[in-house]
């Protein structure tokens, strides 16, 4: 499996569900990916810990009704920064919100903010934890995009937070021998801007293809096989808004869990 023990300043590195039903949703992703979980305190809050054959590989929190609920249930990516005080400055200045920190989590600082689209997310300043165990491996983190309705407006913001350059370039769903299927109507943009960092592509942005659904991060999930993976999630009371086929990616399939959250599951195109 691919291990990870650092991230380079502006790439993800966390991804965290923030739900109403911790113990249901649970279930759907352990079902889902065999995941196991983890019991943890951190900097005084009990936070479960999501695994995979022992390497951490996301968060489920539980809202806390009346604290916590400008939060939707959704999935969160995190980023990896230098300096939290100075990311909640940048974040400020670039024209987003700061929702909280940066908070002392013991083996971390963390920053929640909105950026100018309203989506969520985080900024992660690690100690002694560095994010994700393990990626790019079936039922392991592999990717994140934002989905919004202005890609060009919210650009800037990230570029200036997090230090990575921005390149914008033609959309794989509009790639020649991509093919897109869903029940409801989408608008695929011919551009996708992907957000670099030490010269990697680390996350995406592009214009969200439904537009009832919010502005916000989805994140990804490898999985041996995409089709048999979406009848599982269809049977444990998940949703499928979307599947493509998209060359030089993968078969992909973009679903809502049980509570409404959006992710997406991704079986890699072979290189």
Known sequence: MTKTNEFAQGAPCWFELSVKNGKAEKSFYKELFGWNYEEISTGGVNYTAATCEGSWV?????????????????????????????????????????????????????????????????????????????????????????????????????????GVTAVTTTSPFAAEGASLNSSMPMIMSETYTRLMANGKAVAGIMHKPLADTPNGWTVYFDVDDRDAATEQIQQLGGQILATADLPDVGELAICADPEGAQFAVLHPAAH
């Not at 929190?61 to 959704?74: A, C, L, Q, W």
Request: aromatic content about 8%.
């Open 58 to 162: 996301s968060g489920v929190n539980e809202k806390t009704p009346g604290v916590n609920d400008s939060i939707p249930t959704t999935w969160q990516a995190h980023f990896c920064v230098d300096n939290a005080h100075e990311t909640a400055e940048r974040i400020r200045s670039a024209g987003g919100t700061v929702i909280s920190g940066p908070d002392d989590m013991d083996t971390g600082l963390l920053v929640t903010a909105q950026d100018p689209s309203g989506a969520f997310v985080g900024f992660w300043q690690p100690k002694t934890t560095v994010g994700f165990g393990v990626m790019d491996e079936p039922s392991a983190p592999s990717w994140c995009e934002l989905v919004c309705e202005n890609p060009q407006a919210v650009i800037p913001f990230y570029e200036k937070v997090l």
